[in-house]
């Protein structure tokens, strides 16, 4: 990378880097200091040499030493004046009584005696160490964060170096650090709560306050180097002050000065922080600075103090405190994660690899069919991990982007008012964790009929085309808390998709009005066509039939008085001829106008009487397979016609593209309805759904048979494939008619 790439704060980057190492190394130094050290482990008199305690099963009890007895010298040196020079067994000469006897003196590293105290110290700087660093690494540029960063790693100092050392062993210079990090962290305490999270004051203001509150500070530490008691106890006391001082303002804060998000936010910093200090407030600092003896020790205070960095991390994880739970968050998913496929794959491998450690091809075998397993079950542990990190981040709260992406994703594909009121009445609480909610969607545009909701919660209404068309009351959270700008942010961004799925369901309804309108109208035209069919072949059979009728009749009389082998007998013979000829056509026009037979006989037989005309005209046969005629007689007459028209233009469509060799009719009438089967074994056809596509393909017939058994209340169904014939099924029950069924045109 060269220097043009570098950003331009790199040298405050590079200085906050540096002091981000001073605590790892400062506490190897503790480390490695404590496992060279030597010391007793039993509690000895440093003046006098009395032994004044003896643990049980130590090197001290098992050298033979005893609460009382006074060691005189070590390895010839008067006790007083010996320095412990590595670890060992030492001669000693002690005095037990009026008894003079000689001891092995066992010297052992500092760590065994200290462990606790230096476990504890280490995890609790870690924590405050960890916890600055990683919020420095992630938003180094706030000010904010900064402070923090800095406060973090002063007490971590401070607390490290109070306890990880027995008292009167930490060296010189640490014993000055210690003193140095504590006196400062109290200042910097309270410059990051006048910073955090709601400034106070203006940053003039707060320098007035916080120029003083250093410097008198510094003044505290440089007089508690002199190791006066009564600097040291002057110190102490302004600390205590300081961080009184400091939990007063948060308190403060929180009461006063903070918004609802931002008090669900300081909650868990205020108690964590009030847990943490006000403790050893009480029961060390004040002790100290009035120079009592009786105070709390100092392995103690490592759980209380812990609590305050352990808060700021579940403040970031619950409330997005610095704004990076997001990354905490997966960050602990794919770790999770990772654990689940290393425990899934790695344990039962090496438990069968050593049950079966001499057959490698069934090692590979069980080694494959653990990836298997690991790869498709992958998806739903990420799942179920991703569910319960959520739980533990959010406390049964809800991932802010997680909501919007499910929910915006639901809203899309929404239709429906029931998907509508679903996804809003019942997926946003539930995931948002709220109360009840509810949803008015208005059938006309008018706001003045929008119900008045008094119960808790907020109030959307969803507009469309410019004016107001629904109205969402959205429940309060569970928790009983206030809305945080947060969730009213989420729910106008849910609003804005919800109104754009409001327009949907209700173009869509106003479509499918105007479908069903269509389809009505439809109906009512083939109604009427079929009603002006029957009246046409009425007339036509009581008029210009008839009339044909009696003027043939005429004719044949007329022929009769006229000799045969004359010009005007040959004139009458072709008038007669015309005539009957005229009569033919009118009454084939009648009967395809209004099937005679089926009015007379029946559908059955006035099926049976069209195929037979078909087979004169096309030469197909047609086998059929019908119900008695008595019961297709009792068919409403407007079933039996549209069934009619449904089977000739079936052998219409048959005779015109199908090039069959045979058709099958097959006509059954159950208690339940009747089903209708017309087939034939011709080349067939890819069939359409869309009626669009069927009219694109010249299948007009087909529509209109389609149509026709939707005017009836039925429906049709077609299959073919190209090389095996159609099959076309037509379906009617009673009572799903949408016309009269029993009326009767006359005839």
Known sequence: MGLAAMPRDWPRRLGFALLALVTPVVMGYVIYFQLSTPALDCALDGRTGRVLAVPEDSFADWAGLQPGDVVVSVDGVPFAEWQHPAVGNYPAEIRRGDRRLTLELPLVPLVRVNLLSLVMGVLVALIFWGTGAMLLWRRFRQEDVRIFFLLSQVFALAVLILLAFPAGVRPASLALLSIACFHLSAPMLLHHILTFPVPLGTPRQRRRVLVPVYALALVMVFGAFSWNSLWMRLSVLYTTLEIAAALGVLTYTYVHRAT????????????????????????????????????????????????????????????????????????????????????????????????????????????????????????????????????????????????VETISGELVRTLERGQLADVLIRRVPELMQLHASRLEILDAADPTSLPDHSSAGLRFPLHFQGRIRGLWVVGPRRDDDDFSAEDVRILKTLVRQAEVALGNVLLVERLRRQLDEIRAVQQRLLRSREEERARLARDLHDGPVQALVALNLQLGLLQETIETQSATGEALRDMRSEVRGLLTELRQTCAELRPPMLDALGLGSALRALADEWFQQCGVAVRFDLSPDAALRSLPDEVSVNLYRVVQEGLTNVARHAHARQVTLRLHRQDAGLTLVIEDDGQGFTVQTDPHELVSQGHFGLVGMKERMALIGGRLRIESEAGKGTKVFAEWYPGTGSGPQNSTPPR
């Open 260 to 403: 609802a998000d931002g008090r669900r936010r300081l909650r868990l910093i205020v108690s964590g922080n009030l847990l943490a200090g006000v403790p050893p407030l009480f029961f060390y600092l004040v002790p100290s600075a009035l120079g009592s003896s009786y105070r709390m020790p100092g392995w103690l205070m490592g759980p209380f103090l812990v609590v305050a960095p352990l808060s700021y991390l579940l403040a970031i994880a619950r409330h997005n405190l610095f704004g990076i739970d997001r990354l905490l968050n997966r960050a602990l998913v794919y770790a999770l994660l990772s654990l689940g496929v290393l425990l899934l794959y790695l344990g039962p491998f090496v438990a069968i690899y050593r049950l079966l450690s001499g057959d490698p091809l069934l090692q590979t075998m069980i080694a494959v069919g653990l990836t298997i397993l690991v790869g498709l079950s992958f998806s739903w542990m990420r799942s179920l991990v991703q569910r319960l990190v959520d739980r533990v981040f959010y406390g049964g709260w809800y991932d802010y982007p997680g909501v």
